[in-house]
């Protein structure tokens, strides 16, 4: 017979709860009956946002009263994801809020699940920046965030009978709780019109409209809750929101024509980041927030130091690519036209006190303006402009060996056909240091982009290799290893992940090796029931996680897993005999909207996909899924989950890789090409613990200047060959068969990506991956053993670097 058991008491509510609870009443206006997880949501992060605001301003007053040098991190994405997880980690509070939540009937979990990403960025640019402010906070640097507060973030992707579709996201539409509206802090940010005065007089430029930039603050708390940052992104409104007289006299849009083009500013964020927009509203989103940034670091720095000629020694701005970069000139401005500086003085403050990231040398990503449209938005910033590069290009001259080619190369302005304005050159010269984000992609700048800039200024370019905030990609999206890691080797790696390190050993300890495969079977138990109910898949949790999710684009090659995919399908049927690793192909990553081949790459993973799942006589042995609406969440819910990690971008192409990072760092092998971090990664991990293949950067570059021939190559591989000509004929899109006949004819003609010369050394890597993994003990190993030592790619060191070496303020 069942014992009688009595009832257990109701826990007590915890003060935490009352204030919960009095929030929801308060702020709310709903009670415990009639909430919503929605209001749940906002009632716990309003409540431990009243906590954080102490600590807040316990943070800008320690700053203020130490008289510390800032931090501003310019950019024009901040891919953050979801706050409340890593905010409550990051306090210690997770168990305690958890518990005064589950008092209240209330799954703290299935509340932070319901969070929308804040996705103002697109990729790894935006996303660094993210990981960059939360180190930031973690080592105590007192350090601004600036950027828009897009109303429209990244798009939301859906999957239409494998086709992309691109709507709106609309992270706001219940509010934002984390934010602070700043009323107090408004600017005046000018377009247009004519500069009064000349060169010698007093100039003053009256532009011909304006709108105002209006601040909102979210804070970012660091680990440990140590020090408190703020995130300030700048929403846009019309200095007089309807015209009255219009209005009276019964233009009603017309009368609202300022406010609608003020929202324009903020509306989008610009969904590419492979070629750049060159139009008129991205260049107004540039100035807008680069003038509204520049005048209130102004502002700080001559309302606390009284002296603006101090700027460098209290400010240290860093340009995230060249999004920011015309923010030299605004400085440059406000220097000289309202601070009446001498043009020398202006320009060497300005100098000392940027510094410029690149992250890209595709030719096409890098920004440049068309001359005349330049002017006319912003004519004072033109002069300027023009004033710097005589400078710049009289220096040139003097300095020996300069050829005219050369200097034409360093001018800021390109003379080849329509005159343009080059972003890249403005960052570089108005910046002290400019630096790369991986060894190879520094290397690269120096070689190809920046060569006569570097020459002339050959301190200035300098590398530090990206790296990703350890709490949100280890502690807070793989709960499992993070206990059975402490439970290792102590804690202390939670300060500092070079302690990993002392997990190496254990990789030869069979019974650690058997529950860390235990806590990654259960992480891709979880993956795998998330895909079943999201999209009806099922997937075996003992085969082979193999992951591609990054933007979709074709230097980043995704075609090459795809065709390797096709391939291997094919050898499974036609030898079904032999002892293949069951495999799950998983792909996700957004294309930018007007990337035909990107999108066409999406539609053929997905016919691919049909067709394999379907296929029975491949049985379990190979599945194919590509997870829609890849961004922040999905990640941290897929990398815990993959045993294999797809780095495999065309060599010289990626300037770092950040997913390469967080995939190691959760125990994933990587397959991968010799680019970017992936070669600082492997002399991190040693060559025996990660897979190798294809052309090396120096090599793709003498074959695309020598005589490669893609068609030889194609056809003198058989595996290759059958592949490409499947998908050419329509294998997989029955109901268009010529789909993807363009697509592969350019491997035929040009393959500029290096996906047929690369094919057979990929596939032979794949299939020394299988091999490993007949192996369980060597692979869980080897997996072991990379988690041990990519600790040096935290983020905390990538900022500690910065914070030594370019704004001098550690
Ligand atoms: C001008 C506009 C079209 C544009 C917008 C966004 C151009 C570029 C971008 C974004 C670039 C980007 O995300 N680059 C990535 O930066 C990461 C962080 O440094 C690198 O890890 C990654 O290799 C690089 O592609």
């Known amino acids: 017979t069942e014992p009688e058991i009595a009832p257990a008491p109701a826990p007590a509510r915890s003060p935490l709860a009352d204030r919960i609870v009095d929030t929801l009443i308060h702020r709310i206006g709903k009670d415990e009956r009639a909430a919503r997880k929605h209001d749940w949501l906002a009632a716990t992060i309003l409540t431990l946002r009243d906590e954080i605001i102490d600590k807040w301003m316990a943070s800008t007053r320690q700053a203020h009263a130490a008289g510390a040098k800032r931090v501003y991190y310019l950019s024009l994405e901040f891919l953050i994801g979801r706050l409340l997880r890593d905010a409550l980690s990051n306090l210690g509070r997770n168990a305690e809020v958890g518990d005064a939540l589950a008092v209240l009937g209330v799954d703290l979990a299935e509340i932070e699940e319901i969070e929308p990403d804040a996705a103002l960025g697109n990729g790894g640019l935006g996303r660094l920046a993210a990981c960059f402010m939360e180190s930031m906070a973690t080592l105590d640097l007192p350090a601004y965030g600036y950027g828009i507060r897009y109303v429209n973030g990244m798009f939301r992707q859906r999957i239409d009978d494998g086709w992309q579709v691109e709507l709106p996201e609309t992270w706001l539409a219940h509010g934002n709780p984390w934010e602070f509206e700043r009323r107090e802090s408004a600017y005046f940010v000018g377009f247009g019109g004519e500069v009064i005065g000349n060169e010698v007089g007093h100039v003053h430029w009256k532009p011909a409209e304006a709108v105002e930039a209006l601040a909102y603050d979210t804070p970012v708390v660091g680990w440990r809750g140590k020090r408190v940052n703020t995130l300030r992104l700048w929403s846009a409104r019309a200095f007089d929101p309807i015209r009255l007289d219009a209005f009276n006299a019964g233009d009603h849009i017309g009368a609202l024509a300022g406010q609608v083009r003020a929202e324009s500013l903020v509306r989008v964020l610009y969904p590419s980041d492979s070629s750049a927009a060159g139009q008129e509203l991205r260049l107004r989103q540039e100035y807008f927030f ?121 001018s800021l302005i390109d003379e080849n056909g329509e005159r343009r304005v080059r972003m890249a050159n403005l960052a570089f010269v108005g910046s002290h240091s400019v630096n790369g984000v991986a060894a190879l992609h520094t290397a690269l700048m120096k070689q190809t982009v920046f060569a006569d800039l570097h020459r002339l200024y050959p301190a200035r370019i300098n590398n530090k290799t990206n790296g990703i905030t350890p709490r949100r990609w280890l502690m807070d999206c793989n709960p499992g290893l993070t206990a059975l890691v402490r439970d290792a080797i102590g804690a202390e790696f939670c300060d500092d992940t070079a302690k990993l ?310």
Not at 602 to 621: F, Q, T
């Open 290 to 410: 680069s003038s509204a940034s520049i005048q209130d670091i102004v502002r700080r720095h001559v309302q606390y130091f009284g002296d603006i000629r101090t700027l460098p020694d209290k400010a240290a701005i860093q340009l995230n690519d060249t999004h920011p970069a015309v923010s030299v000139a605004e400085l440059m401005r406000l220097l000289i036209d309202h601070h009446d500086l001498p043009f020398d003085e202006a320009w060497e403050i300005t100098r000392k006190t940027f510094g410029y990231t690149n992250h890209t040398l595709l030719p096409e990503a890098l920004e440049s303006w068309p001359l005349p449209l330049f002017e006319r938005l912003l004519p004072r910033h033109m002069q300027l402009i023009y004033a710097i590069n005589g400078r710049v290009l009289r220096e040139a001259r003097k300095s020996d060996g300069m050829s005219d080619q050369a200097v034409a190369a360093i």
């Open 501 to 810: 390190q002392s997990l190496d050993s254990f990789s030869n300890d069979p019974s650690f090796r058997e529950r860390f495969s235990g806590v990654k079977r259960s992480n891709k138990v979880g993956l795998s029931n998330f895909i079943g109910e999201s999209m009806g898949l099922r997937l075996d949790p003992d085969a082979l996680f193999d992951v591609q999710i990054k933007r979709v684009h074709e230097y980043k090659r995704q075609l090459l897993n795809i065709i390797e995919t096709v391939a291997l399908y094919d050898q499974i049927r036609s030898h079904p005999e032999e002892d293949w690793t069951p495999r799950v192909k998983i792909f996700a990553g957004k294309a930018a909207s007007s990337y035909h081949n990107a999108k066409l790459i999406i539609k053929l993973a997905n016919d691919v996909a049909k067709r394999v799942n379907s296929d029975p006589s491949v049985g379990g042995l190979l599945k194919v899924a590509f997870l829609p609406n890849y961004n922040v969440s999905l990640a941290e819910r897929i990398i815990p989950a993959a045993d294999l990690s797809e780095q495999i971008s065309t060599a010289g192409m990626e300037a770092s890789g950040t997913g390469n990072m967080k995939f190691a760092l959760n125990g994933a092998l990587t397959i991968g090409t010799l680019d970017g971090a992936n070669i600082e990664i492997k002399e991190h991990v040693g060559d025996d613990n990660i897979v190798i293949f294809g052309l090396t950067a120096d090599e793709v570059a003498a074959k695309r200047a020598g005589s490669y021939r893609p068609r030889e190559v194609i056809e003198g591989s058989r595996e290759l060959s059958q592949a490409v000509n499947a998908i050419a004929s329509g294998v997989f899109s029955p109901d268009d068969p010529s789909r993807y006949r363009e697509l592969m004819n350019g491997l035929y003609d040009h393959d500029w990506f290096m996906v047929a010369a690369d094919f057979d050394a990929y596939t032979a890597a794949q299939r020394a991956v299988d091999a490993r993994w007949a192996d369980q003990a060597g692979w869980q190993a080897a997996a072991i053993r990379n988690v041990a030592r990519v600790g040096w790619f935290s983020s905390d060191r990538t900022i500690g670097e910065y914070a030594r070496e370019i704004w001098g303020v550690m």
